[in-house]
């Protein structure tokens, strides 16, 4: 029996792809993103190769295995992770990602059994080249700062939103809107200066909704990944209209 029969509030899954330093927080702000509103179970893949040597270990031992709660699940969230570039600059392939095959198979459960699936950053650029083909871009300047989106479409997603909505972004990864439009993927929200915030795609029974930044980011988070660059020895963009 689904969660949802006997409660008012869907079952959401959360996969947290995002490495330890970050892992607690991004929890937080995904929790806090659907407040009331949902139950969101922390959930981890059946078999998970983070869980050797890696430093969320600890984290993701309290987390369900999907297979066990998957029945339960209404909808799946499934964050981003700092996996686009390598520290010489080329792109970070996905095929390199060592938990590639077990995400893939989870977009596939996610998108056949749920209802809702919702993919943040790097796993909508994963979700996108997966389901659809779409090949994603690393970019010669890191996309960063706070911009100004128009919505481009009604739905629910952005119900009640009257002009400009303003989100940060941060990432060297892009696909851009065009290819979505090709692939019948709907622009809900983007921006001149940082192209698509927010897409989805919409059947009788399922919605997947594709986020490009980081609406779910709180004030001091872009600060924390600039002075992180820094420290770091690069050479980063300073997030634009932010500061």
Not at 38 to 62: E, H, N, Q, T
Request: hydrophobic letters at 40%; charged letters at 25%.
């Amino acid at each position: 029996m689904s969660s949802s029969e006997v409660s008012d509030c869907p079952r959401i899954g959360l996969l947290n792809l995002m490495p330890a330093a970050a892992f607690n927080k991004t929890e937080h702000q995904w929790r806090d993103g659907f407040g009331p509103h949902a139950d969101i179970v922390p959930v981890r893949f059946d078999a998970d190769p983070r869980m050797a040597g890696c430093k969320s270990s600890a984290y993701l031992d309290g987390y369900s295995r999907i297979g066990d709660v998957a029945d339960t699940l209404d909808g799946l969230v499934v964050t981003g992770a700092n996996l686009e570039v390598l520290p010489s600059g080329e792109p970070f392939p996905f095929d390199k990602i060592n938990y590639i095959k077990q995400l893939r198979d989870v977009i596939d459960w996610a998108e056949s059994d749920t209802r809702l699936t919702v993919y943040s950053c790097l796993a909508s650029h994963v979700a996108l080249n997966h389901l659809f083909g779409i090949a994603r871009d690393i970019q010669d300047k890191k996309v960063t700062g706070v911009f100004c989106h128009d919505v481009r479409e009604q739905t629910p997603l952005v119900n009640g939103i009257h002009g400009a909505i303003r989100s940060p972004h941060s990432r060297w990864g892009a696909v851009p809107s065009k290819l979505l439009r090709d692939a019948d993927v709907h622009v809900v929200a983007d921006s001149f200066e940082a192209d698509w915030l927010l897409a989805q795609q919409s059947s009788d029974a399922h919605v997947s909704v594709f986020i490009q930044g980081h609406p779910e980011y709180q004030r001091d988070d872009l600060h924390t990944e600039f002075r992180r660059d820094v420290v770091a020895g690069s050479d980063p963009m300073v997030p634009i209209g932010y500061y």
